[in-house]
């Protein structure tokens, strides 16, 4: 199964606070932009997770990836077969467009599409709340009002 990933851009950012959790409390506007990253899953006969990068070097610890932090919170509640991604990296890290935010989000819902989970729209959303306080926005690829804290995070819909 192969997913395309979206990324957003922020209206008016405000940074209210780090919190200890090394998240932050913000009010923003979060809009839908169509440029994507690729992802592609599929089931392996082991149960082992393997994740293979390609395009734009991502440095550090493979493990702190988001695609793989998502399968290990997922992992911890369900059973899942093993499953092998593959993320071909197109757009640049770091310029606060949520790219692997968006990538960890939709790593969550092909492995609920792949392993027949049915968990509902809502138990994703916890899931990725748990990656980080944008990550659900992915999920709703319409523009967003975004304000308070990463667990209790308002928004409105436009």
């Known amino acids: 199964m192969v997913a ?18 090394n998240f932050h409390d913000i009010e923003s506007v979060f809009y839908p932009v169509g440029w994507t990253d690729v992802i592609e899953v599929i089931t392996t006969e082991n149960q082992e997770f393997n994740l293979k990068m ?16 998502g399968y290990q919170i997922l992992k911890n509640d369900y059973e899942i077969p093993g499953l092998s991604f593959h993320l071909h990296k197109i757009l640049p890290m770091g310029a606060g467009l949520g790219g692997g935010s968006s990538d960890g989000a939709y790593a969550l819902k092909l492995i609920n599409e792949v392993a027949q989970l049915g968990i509902s729209t809502e138990k994703l959303h916890e899931y990725a709340f748990k990656l980080g306080s944008d990550c659900p926005f992915f999920f709703t690829r ?8 990463r667990r209790n995070i308002g928004t409105h819909k436009y």
């Open 4 to 21: 395309f990933p979206p990324v957003k851009i922020n209206l008016g950012l405000n940074i209210i606070a780090k919190r200890a959790d």
């Open 54 to 69: 390609t395009g734009q070097p991502i440095p550090g610890d493979p493990t702190k990836n988001l695609i793989f932090k």
């Open 142 to 149: 319409s523009t967003n009002v975004c304000f308070g804290q």
